[in-house]
């Protein structure tokens, strides 16, 4: 992936909705553990996107992807809401994330796209799931 600053791409800003209740109810190492899971997962699917995965603080996850028309990003929103939605990571509950996503485009600066990233993502956390119709924002400001 070209890291040039004039380049496009997209960054995709994450959050684990109500990761206070995994640490409360499992302890910090289970959810230290559900961190590192979670970050082993996103590697391997930014891989396969040609984009990397960072974990950006606390359950805070990024992902930095090339430039790619809406099929391709709508593509790679369902295989990660199917990534999370079929893992376990305690014995009983799978995770759930609200996620915001903002291209950058030449004349952007990277603290912008991260700044709108940051704000198009969902202020209320799902309950049941990821669902691409609600929890994905775009834009190309």
């Given at each position: 992936?070209?890291?040039?600053?004039?380049?496009?791409?997209?960054?995709?800003?994450?959050?684990?909705?109500?990761?206070?209740?995994?640490?409360?109810?499992?302890?910090?190492?289970?959810?230290?553990?559900?961190?590192?899971?979670?970050?082993?997962?996103?590697?391997?699917?930014?891989?396969?996107?040609?984009?990397?995965?960072?974990?950006?603080?606390?359950?805070?996850?990024?992902?930095?992807?090339?430039?790619?028309?809406?099929?391709?990003?709508?593509?790679?929103?369902?295989?990660?809401?199917?990534?999370?939605?079929?893992?376990?990571?305690?014995?009983?509950?799978?995770?759930?994330?609200?996620?915001?996503?903002?291209?950058?485009?030449?004349?952007?600066?990277?603290?912008?796209?991260?700044?709108?990233a940051d704000q198009l993502m969902p202020r209320q956390p799902v309950k049941t799931g990821c669902t691409l119709g609600t929890d994905l924002f775009i834009s190309k400001?």
């Amino acid at each position: 992936m070209s890291t040039a600053a004039s380049d496009g791409f997209i960054l995709v800003f994450g959050d684990i909705d109500h990761f206070k209740y995994v640490n409360d109810r499992y302890g910090h190492m289970i959810g230290d553990e559900v961190l590192k899971e979670i970050g082993l997962l996103f590697q391997v699917l930014a891989q396969r996107y040609n984009g990397q995965a960072f974990r950006y603080g606390g359950e805070e996850f990024a992902f930095l992807l090339p430039e790619t028309d809406e099929a391709r990003l709508a593509a790679f929103f369902s295989d990660l809401y199917k990534t999370l939605s079929v893992k376990t990571f305690t014995s009983e509950r799978s995770v759930t994330m609200s996620f915001g996503a903002a291209g950058k485009h030449p004349e952007d600066t990277a603290d912008n796209v991260l700044r709108l990233a940051d704000q198009l993502m969902p202020r209320q956390p799902v309950k049941t799931g990821c669902t691409l119709g609600t929890d994905l924002f775009i834009s190309k400001q």
